[in-house]
């Protein structure tokens, strides 16, 4: 079954500096893989994706991600952390073989906390 | 363009009453999705739709939890009776049907119900 795991329930960074949420999958065949950002009483916000291609991907808000695909994992990342991203990042997985079929299966999410 | 719709944001009912929410997903957008997220969890697949049709719920508890989307644009997803574990946000979502854009999900802003 295809799966993620985010390793960290929470990421502590000053602001300025480089941060990195890590994400881990298992999934059979070509990973279809998903950065969403979920702000306080709201629903969640679609950052970046990873069908094929470069193995650096870049999405909103100056995210980007890197797939690697012999360490199976798929860290967001973002050169100078701003407070406003502190929320929480949900990693997650396409499930499903068919174009129709698009299921996603989230990790657990992780916390990014920016300090001032 | 106007973002996904959802309604109530916030419900409070006792166990054993039942409770409907409803969802209107990006106009033109055909694949439409429910997911409840637990508190401290991922969000979790209930069921998705493509125009009309039940393409998943695989994962929706069919003995208390329907869902309906019948003219293939708004939906409403009904729990009767509730139990305490029920208590979650519950998330809709839409995408379009063609091009890459059907791997990106947009999801309001949740129903958080609170089940005593």
């Known amino acids: 079954a295809q799966s993620v795991a985010q390793p960290e329930d929470q990421v502590n960074v000053a602001e300025g500096n480089p941060l990195t949420v890590k994400c881990t999958y298992s999934?059979?065949?070509?990973?279809?893989l998903f950065w969403y950002v979920q702000y306080p009483n709201r629903g969640l916000q679609f950052l970046l994706k990873?069908?094929?291609?470069?193995?650096l991907v870049k999405g909103s808000y100056g995210f980007e991600a890197e797939f690697n695909k012999s360490q199976t994992s798929f860290h967001l990342k973002k050169p100078s952390a701003l407070v406003s991203d502190s929320a929480l990042y949900f990693c997650?997985?396409?499930?499903?073989?068919?174009?129709?079929?698009?299921?996603?299966?989230f990790g657990t999410g992780t916390r990014l906390l920016v300090s001032p | 363009e106007a973002g996904v719709a959802q309604s109530p944001r916030y419900k409070i009912i006792e166990k054993r009453q039942s409770v409907a929410f409803w969802c209107n997903p990006i106009?033109?957008?055909?694949?439409l999705y429910w997911y409840q997220q637990i508190l401290g969890q991922g969000p979790k697949l209930l069921i998705q739709?493509?125009?009309?049709?039940?393409?998943?719920d695989s994962q929706l508890p069919k003995d208390r939890f329907s869902a309906e989307r019948l003219k293939g644009v708004d939906s409403t997803l009904k729990i009767q009776p509730a139990k305490l574990e029920d208590s979650a946000v519950y998330l809709c979502?839409?995408?379009?049907?063609?091009?890459?854009?059907?791997?990106?999900?947009?999801f309001g802003p949740g129903t958080r119900l609170t089940v005593t």
């Open positions: 979502a839409s995408s379009p049907l063609g091009g890459l854009a059907v791997y990106e999900q947009y």
């Open positions: 999934v059979s065949g070509n990973p279809y």
């Open positions: 990873y069908i094929t291609g470069d193995n």
């Open positions: 997650a997985v396409r499930a499903g073989k068919n174009t129709g079929f698009q299921k996603l299966v």
């Open positions: 106009s033109g957008h055909a694949t």
């Open positions: 739709f493509q125009n009309n049709g039940v393409v998943d």
